[in-house]
């Protein structure tokens, strides 16, 4: 794989609805002109933030086509893919690969609890059925399946799966993930966004953030700094965004992405049902944030 394609600052987009939960095209090309503007070094479509879940694969393919389209070849396009069988991960990534994303994001199975070799098993299928690099997206959290460090040993094997996003919060398996896999070129992003620069520190190439949705030139900076070797820098940076990701813990996830982008004025309207949005005091305490922030004047 290209290494230019892992690396930076990846914002998970939003996916902008209207009133019957379909793609809103022109608020999705907003959103994609917002984060380019904001320096990021890749976008994912379809990631959790984007609400892939509440969208069928008509919608999916639509989103993720806008997003390529008005990308422009900017920046690498990765499109998430979220399913619990095989059989329907391998057509999204199929669908991926024909739509001329640069890479596929893949969550572990819902709802299910495969074990290790099951899910090493489901990992390879997909991978084989497509030419494109493949990045693992562990978060346990939300999935109910956690990612081992000895099941990335094996998974980073395969050739095309190049790395992988860690969204558990375990700065220790984040590490391991590292440890086991430096020699051979596999890549660990942070996906909490309050350890992107303690993941940098242990060797991750980067993040895929939700807040850079809302404030991508913050997120940038954490990543540019640590780079530049300006620590205090980076340091000062990733305390200054923590606020606001802990404020997503207010509502039900990913109500709050949407609700600061549209207090910024970026207009990306409501969350799929069964969400609906924040009450007015999160709403309040939440402009709060942005306004000490200097997100929101």
Known sequence: MDNYLLGGVIPPIVTPVDAEDC??????????????????????????????YGLDHEQQERAARITIEQVAGRVPVFM???????????????????????AITILPPMFLNPSEDELYQHFRKVAEATSLPVLLYNNPDRIGN????????????????????DSSGDMTLTAEYIRRTRDNGFNVMAGRDVLILGSLVYGAVGCVASTANIVPKLV??????????????????????????????????????KEAMNLIGLDVGGSILPNTSCSDFTRNKLADILKQMGALS
């Open 220 to 257: 940038v900076e954490i990543y540019e700094k640590f780079m530049a070797g300006d620590m205090q820098g980076a340091l000062e940076a990733q305390f200054k965004l923590a606020p606001l990701r802990m404020a997503f813990n207010l509502a039900s996830f990913p109500i709050m992405t």
């Open 146 to 165: 956690n990612i081992s460090a000895n099941l990335i040993e094996r998974l980073a094997d395969i050739p095309n799966i190049v790395g992988v996003k």
């Open 80 to 102: 998430g893919v979220g399913a619990i069988t095989t059989r329907e991960c391998v057509q999204l990534t199929r669908m991926g690969e024909s739509l001329k994303a640069q």
């Open 23 to 52: 793609v809103e095209e022109q608020g999705l090309r907003r959103v994609v002109e917002h984060v380019i503007a904001g320096g990021v070094h890749g976008i994912l479509s379809l990631g959790s933030n984007g609400e892939f």
